[in-house]
C-alpha cells in the first residue's frame, strides 16, 4: 500500500457577487480513503484512554454497564495499541495499569488483566470531568505520535468551578481528539458539547444505559481505523479581507473560528484532528472588498495539511467575480444553502432550549416554533420527531405552544441531536460549483 494518504477536497460556491457584495461562502468537502498505512500489515500508531465515571450516581445497574462498556472498549482495541483505564470521581484514578504507570501495550495478556481492574470498579464520590481529561492528556501526551483518542463516559454535572473546567479543556485543545457520551437525563449537554468542541471530537445521549457497551464497541472500532493522526485547513484570504468563520458542518456541527493558529498575517490553520477513511464537509465564510463589474479575485486559498510535516494533501481556490446579471448573483448555491439552513436550525433550537431553561416561554416557542417549521420545511424528520415531543401546535387556536411535563431525556435528545446534520442529497444534474 501507499505511505502517502489519498485524499481529495471540493469546493463548492457561487462566485458571483451582485455589485456593491462583499460576503462569499463556500462548501469545502474534504474526503480521505483512509492512508497512510506504509505496510497493510502494519497499522497506525495509535493510543487510547477510557474515563469511566464511577461518582457515587453511578451506583447500581449503571456501574454494572459501565464495566461491561470499557470492558467492551478493551475488547475493542487491537494489538499493538497503547491504552489505559481511568475511573472518574472528584479526581481521575489510573485503574489500569496502575497507579504511577503510563499506557501499556495491548495484547491478550494486557487486555484480560485490563478487564479483571474493570471489573472491580465501585461507584463513589463527586465529578470532575476536567480532571479526568487532564489525566488522559498527561498520558497521552506520551505518545506523541500516535493517533491519541479519548473515549468519555457521564451521568452527572461536572462539579468543578467552570474556570477550572475550562482551563483544562484550553491547556490541552487540539492535543487529542476525545468523544463523550451521557447517560441517563442528570448531566448537561452543554458541558459535553463544551469536550467536544475543544477535544475536536462528538458528544451523543445514550438514552438507555443497556446500549452503553454498543456505543463503546462503535466509537472504539472508529478510534482504530482512524490512519492519519493529524491534518489541518489551511486558509489563505488575500490582505484587506476578513475571513469571517470556518465550520465544520458534516458529519456534525463544530465551530474552528477560535482554533486558529496564525502561519502568517494572511494564514491560519484550522485542526480538523484525526482521519479515517470518510468524508467532512466545512462551511467557509470571506469577506472580501467590493469590486468592479467582470472583476474576478481569488477569495481564499484552502489546503489540507499535515502540520507535522507541512505536506500539501490537496487543495482548491474559492472565487469571487462581481456581476450585474441578477440570474447570476442571486443564485444560491445547493449545498451552501442546505448548511445554512441546519446551521440556523441548530441555533434556533439552542437558543430556543436555553430560554426555556430560563423561563422565558415567549422567547422559547418563537424560537423552537421556527425552528420545527425549517425542519418541516427542508425534511429533516428526525429532528422533526424531536421537536414535536417538546412543542406542538394548539388544536384550537394553530398557534404553537410549548408542552407541559416535557421529560428531561426528550430535551436532552433534542439538544444533543441538533448538532447532527444530515447530508445533501444530489441531483441528477449536478450542483454549482
Not at 39 to 50: C, L
Not at 70 to 76: D, S
Not at 308 to 332: F, H, K, M, P, Y
Request: glycine share 8%; net charge negative.
Amino acid at each position: 500500500m501507499t505511505d502517502q494518504p489519498a485524499f481529495t477536497m471540493t469546493i463548492d460556491q457561487n462566485k458571483y457577487l451582485p455589485l456593491g457584495g462583499r460576503e462569499v461562502h463556500a462548501i469545502v468537502t474534504v474526503a480521505s480513503a483512509g492512508g497512510p498505512v506504509v505496510r497493510q500489515d502494519v497499522p497506525a500508531e495509535a493510543a487510547e484512554v477510557i474515563i469511566i465515571d464511577t461518582s457515587g450516581s453511578m451506583s447500581g445497574s449503571k456501574i454494572r454497564e459501565a464495566r461491561q462498556a470499557a470492558a467492551t472498549a478493551v475488547r475493542t482495541l487491537r494489538d499493538g495499541v497503547h491504552f489505559a483505564v481511568v475511573a472518574g470521581t472528584e479526581s481521575a484514578h489510573l485503574v489500569y495499569p496502575g497507579r504511577g504507570a503510563g499506557l501499556v501495550e495491548a495484547n491478550r495478556a494486557a487486555r484480560a488483566e485490563a478487564e479483571q481492574a474493570i471489573g472491580r470498579l465501585l461507584a463513589h464520590g463527586g465529578t470532575a470531568i476536567g480532571s479526568w481529561l487532564d489525566l488522559a492528556g498527561r498520558l497521552l501526551s506520551t505518545r506523541p505520535s500516535a493517533i491519541r483518542h479519548a473515549l468519555l463516559m457521564t451521568d452527572g454535572q461536572n462539579n468543578e468551578r467552570p474556570d477550572v473546567f475550562d482551563s483544562v479543556l484550553r491547556s490541552w485543545s487540539g492535543a487529542f481528539v476525545c468523544d463523550a457520551l451521557g447517560v441517563g437525563d442528570d448531566w448537561v449537554p452543554a458541558e459535553l458539547r463544551k469536550v467536544a468542541e475543544a477535544l475536536l471530537g462528538t458528544f451523543d445521549f445514550v438514552r438507555d444505559q443497556a446500549d452503553l457497551p454498543e456505543y463503546f464497541r462503535r466509537l472504539t472500532q472508529t478510534s482504530m481505523s482512524k490512519t492519519v493522526a493529524e491534518v489541518s485547513l489551511r486558509v489563505w484570504v488575500p490582505q484587506a479581507a476578513v475571513l469571517k468563520y470556518v465550520k465544520q458542518v458534516s458529519p456534525t456541527l463544530l465551530d474552528l473560528t477560535g482554533k486558529r493558529a496564525d502561519v502568517n498575517p494572511l494564514t491560519g490553520d484550522y485542526p480538523t484532528g484525526s482521519w479515517g477513511a470518510e468524508e467532512r464537509e466545512y462551511h467557509v465564510c470571506v469577506e472580501v472588498p467590493t469590486g468592479q463589474v467582470g472583476q474576478e479575485i481569488r477569495a481564499s486559498w484552502i489546503k489540507l495539511v499535515r502540520p507535522d510535516t507541512e505536506e500539501v494533501l490537496a487543495g482548491g481556490n474559492v472565487l469571487a467575480q462581481w456581476s450585474d446579471d441578477l440570474a447570476q448573483s442571486t443564485r444560491i448555491n445547493r449545498k451552501v444553502a442546505h448548511y445554512t439552513g441546519q446551521e440556523e436550525l441548530h441555533e434556533l433550537i439552542q437558543e430556543g432550549l436555553g430560554a426555556r431553561a430560563a423561563g422565558d416561554v415567549d422567547t422559547a416557542t418563537a424560537r423552537l416554533a421556527e425552528a420545527r417549521q425549517i425542519a418541516e420545511n427542508t425534511g429533516r424528520e428526525d429532528t422533526l420527531r424531536l421537536l414535536n415531543k417538546v412543542i406542538e401546535r394548539d388544536p384550537e387556536t394553530g398557534t404553537a405552544r410549548l408542552r407541559r411535563d416535557v421529560a428531561k431525556a426528550d430535551a436532552i435528545a433534542l439538544d444533543t441531536g441538533s448538532v447532527r446534520t444530515s447530508r445533501l442529497r444530489e441531483r441528477n444534474e449536478g450542483t454549482d460549483r
